[in-house]
């Protein structure tokens, strides 16, 4: 998920571009999901995005948006195992957006629970999404925590030296606290652990 966690934002773009007219009301559905999120009513968001997923009527793009964006509202919760099911079909869907590549990179790099963690399949998401997202701040990031799930701290600093770089060049101070904290775990030789919200 990286530094920005702006991952609902590019998905509801992507859903928005994909069928504004062929799913009618659906950017209705989707800021109620989200509205429900914020307020931590993830029971409610679920229910409304597995509604959209089981209406079969959404094209491919949108629905692949759709199951994207409730991996995030899974991975929020920790119900790893349904997040990594959503992020994979995802993938599946829409295999030229590069969010649900690094969202499923992100939890095998950095999952709190070593059951989910795997750092051959965090750094093949990683690099996948580093292609697709064409080396975005946040796809570094991720990428910076796989070399470092997989012991590679050289490879990890380096990568994440460039997203603090980054960050100070756009002047954004709270993505620069995290780079510098996940930057100074990896000159430690230490992995980055996730600690998502809770609801």
């Not at 992100?106 to 399949?121: G, K, M, Q, V």
Request: net charge neutral; charged share 25%.
């Amino acid at each position: 998920m990286g530094l920005g966690r702006q991952i609902l934002v590019a998905l509801l773009c992507g859903l928005l571009w994909a069928a504004p007219v062929a799913a009618a009301g659906l950017p209705e559905e989707i800021a109620a999901a989200v509205a429900a999120r914020d307020r931590h009513d993830y029971p409610s968001a679920i229910r409304i995005l597995t509604r959209l997923i089981r209406q079969d009527k959404l094209p491919k793009q949108a629905l692949g948006s759709v199951y994207g964006m409730r991996g995030v509202f899974w991975q929020e919760q920790r119900e790893y195992y349904r997040a990594i099911a959503d992020f994979t079909r995802a993938t599946q869907l829409i295999p030229e957006q590069g969010e649900p590549y690094n969202n499923l990179a992100w939890i095998f790099a950095t999952c709190s629970d070593p059951d989910f963690r795997n750092a051959e399949l965090a750094l093949k998401n990683a690099l996948k999404a580093v292609e697709l997202l064409r080396e975005s701040p946040d796809s570094l990031d991720t990428l910076a925590a796989a070399y470092a799930e997989a012991g590679r701290f050289a490879e990890a600093v380096r990568t994440m030296e460039r997203v603090v770089a980054w960050c100070e060049q756009q002047g954004e101070p709270t993505r620069l606290e995290q780079a510098r904290q996940h930057l100074a775990a990896y000159r430690q030789g230490q992995p980055w652990r996730d600690q998502p919200r809770r609801p």
